[in-house]
């Protein structure tokens, strides 16, 4: 990401604000939770989804809207991890120019590889799973239970006496 990551609201509202830019006082607030799991991931993809919200949950850092920039960080280490496959042997071939002198190439699956571990990084770093962005990165407020009302909340409690 270019340039300066934003500050979060209730750090702006405690530091207070020297630009001429007022605060937005109808900011959403975030708040922690699991997006739900994409429908058409492979197997490498859908255990590493489990292994990042496995994480991003502990670390009480993951909340709803960010399903969309997981399911790119799943599918960039798998497009890392088929590349690299295809790299173990070796990373070059072997080629004949014109003239009939042997030339080493490298392979196209060198350059995919290294586009898909930048696009990961990236991918992590906005997740905050990186070491430099881990730092910046704060605990969100677990979500409110939700009160029951009427009848529900009647039969859920025992110790109130039946009439």
């Known amino acids: 990401m270019k340039g300066r990551i934003p500050v979060p609201m209730e750090l702006k509202l405690l530091r207070g604000v020297r630009r001429r830019r007022p605060v937005n006082p109808d900011a959403p607030v975030l708040t922690a939770g699991v ?30 809207s ?19 496959a295809a790299c173990r042997e070796s990373s070059v071939y072997e080629t004949r120019s014109r003239e009939g002198a042997v030339m ?8 995919l590889m290294f586009q898909a571990m930048k696009g ?8 905050g799973l990186t070491p430099a962005s881990a730092a910046r990165a704060r ?15 009647y ?7 039946s009439a």
């Open 139 to 153: 605990p969100l407020p677990a979500p409110k239970k939700k009160e029951t009302g009427g009848i529900d909340s």
């Open 66 to 84: 960010q399903g969309a920039i997981l399911h790119v960080a799943c599918s960039y280490h798998w497009q890392f991890q088929k590349c690299r």
């Open 120 to 127: 990961l990084v990236a991918c992590l770093e906005h997740l």
């Open 155 to 161: 039969f859920s409690n025992p110790t109130k006496p």
């Open 104 to 111: 080493w190439r490298q392979k196209p699956e060198v350059a």
């Open 35 to 64: 997006p739900p799991k994409p429908k058409g991931l492979n197997r490498l993809e859908s255990v590493y989804w489990n292994q990042l919200v496995k994480n991003l949950t502990a670390r009480r850092t993951l909340h709803p």
